[in-house]
T-cell receptor, first 114, second 111 residues
């Protein structure tokens, strides 16, 4: 357990509404990531952060924005949710002290957009 | 062609069988190769990692990397029902700590 929590764990929302998912870590890890996992697509990187206020896009960033104002929190926002954003969202962390590729994942948030 | 291709399965084997899981990749810059295991409704967890080519063994698990063929494998000996999970291969070039994942193979080990 790398001290990662995600909230909410489950959410149902309507198309067009804004949604914010929170990832919180307690161990001062430098890198944080947001992934989505869908059947037939595996895990795909949405956005990642390599420090406070330093973020970059992943392979499926359209429709998503992120913010990291504190080391411990990485927020993922869907500005106007669409049904295609129904997915399971995972947050992950890593550190320069770990091997490249060693990431620890949170428990996931199951989001349904109706 | 996707950067990482993984046999989708699903794979169903009897308890005690030897399981072989495989991925191919196209990006020559990948240097670190990982296998993650994901139980149902849980986050992935790192199972094995290998740097560059070669083999690595950990108990019943062996990871192999053949960079010349751009092919990686995970072998599970004496498979157990508790090994039932989705196995994801993942790769990294190492410089920016980003991972590229395969789609995952769902394994079921039947008692």
């Amino acid at each position: 357990d790398a001290g990662i929590t995600q909230s909410p764990r489950h959410k149902v929302t309507e198309t067009g509404t804004p949604v914010t998912l929170r990832c919180h870590q307690t161990e001062n890890h430098r890198y944080m990531y947001w992934y989505r996992q869908d059947p037939g697509h595996g895990l795909r990187l949405i956005h990642y952060s390599y420090g406070v206020k330093d973020t970059d896009k992943g392979e499926v960033s359209d429709g998503y924005s992120v913010s990291r104002s504190k080391t411990e929190d990485f927020l993922l926002t869907l500005e106007s949710a669409t049904s295609s954003q129904t997915s399971v969202y995972f947050c992950a962390i890593s550190d320069p002290g770990l091997i490249a590729g060693e990431q620890y994942f949170g428990p996931g948030t199951r989001l349904t957009v109706t | 062609q996707k950067e990482v291709e993984q046999d989708p399965g699903p794979l169903s084997v009897p308890e005690g069988a030897i399981v072989s899981l495989n991925c191919t990749y196209s990006n020559s810059a990948f240097q670190y190769f990982m296998w993650y295991r994901q139980y149902s409704r849980k986050g992935p967890e790192l199972l094995m990692y290998t740097y560059s080519s070669g083999n690595k063994e950990d108990g019943r698990f062996t990871a192999q990397v053949d960079k010349s063929s751009k092919y990686i494998s995970l072998f599970i000996r004496d498979s157990q029902p508790s090994d039932s999970a989705t196995y994801l291969c993942a790769m990294s070039g190492g410089s920016n700590y980003k991972l590229t994942f395969g789609k995952g193979t769902l394994l079921t080990v039947n008692p």
